[in-house]
C-alpha cells in the first residue's frame, strides 16, 4: 500500500499488524549519460514495488534529495542536487517523529547511495541513521520520562536486544545491496553492476545509445547485461524479503 493512498482504518490496521513502513532513500546524482540522475533512489523504489505484490508493506513517497555531492560532476548542465546532511537530519527527525507518534514500529529505510561504505557510513544514510536514534530517545522520553531505561518496567531490555524487540529495533537505516550481495556483485558508479541492476529493475531508465567512453567510471557499462542485472536482483530480493519478513 502507498502510504499517501491509504483510507485511515488502513492506517490503524498497519499499526496494529505491526506492517514494515518502507522508504526509498537516495539522490540525484550524474550517472554518465547513459542513466537518469535517480538511479539510486529508482532501484529501492522498483524492489519495493516488486515486494509489495508479494507481502503487506507500507511504502512511502520516496525521498530523492539526498546529500549527492558533486564529487562525480559539477551541477551545471549534469543535473545533479545536493542537499547537506545537517539538512537532511533536521528532516529525518522531523519524518521519524512523525511516523512514531503515528503509531509505527516497524520502519525501514533503504539506501543504495555510497552502500559500499555503509558501514562507515557516507552523510546521507548517516544524517538518517542519527535522526532515528535520536527521535527514538526523543519519543521514549516524552512517553516514559527521565530514568525510563534505569526502571524495572526496562529489566528486559538486553533480551529484547538479543531478539530484535528492543525500541531501537523501531526504525532502522539499511543497504539497499546486503553485505554478502555486495560481494558477489560489486557495487560501482553507472558501470557494469550498476547499468545491469538498472536493466532489471527500472530498463526505461538505460540508454546504451547514449553511452560514452568519457568518464573512467563508467568504462564497464558496455559489459552490462539483464542476465547479470537479474542475478543480483534475485539476491537483492531475497535479502529483502528476510529483513522485512521477521
Known sequence: MHYEMMFPDQIREAIDN????????????YHSEHMPPGVDTLLPV?????LEKEMPLVIMPPFYYGAGTYAVAPPERNGGI?????????FARQLFYNLLRIGFRN?????HHQSENFANGMPTDLSFKLAARQE??????????????????????????????????WISVRPFMSAEAQAQFPIDHAGEQETSLMMAFCPEGVDMARFTEDKWYAKSAKKASLDYGNRAKEIILRDMRKTLGK
Open 136 to 169: 527514538i530517545f526523543a519519543f521514549i522520553e516524552h512517553e516514559r520520562g527521565d530514568g525510563w531505561w534505569g526502571d524495572n518496567a526496562s529489566a528486559s531490555y538486553y533480551e529484547d536486544h538479543t531478539t530484535g524487540d528492543d525500541p531501537f529495533s
Open 18 to 29: 505491526n506492517t514494515p513502513v518502507v522508504l526509498a532513500l537516495g539522490v540525484l546524482e
Open 82 to 90: 545536493h542537499v547537506d546532511s545537517a539538512v537532511l537530519n533536521s
Open 46 to 50: 522498483r524492489a519495493l514495488e516488486l
Open 107 to 111: 520502519i525501514h529505510v533503504f539506501v
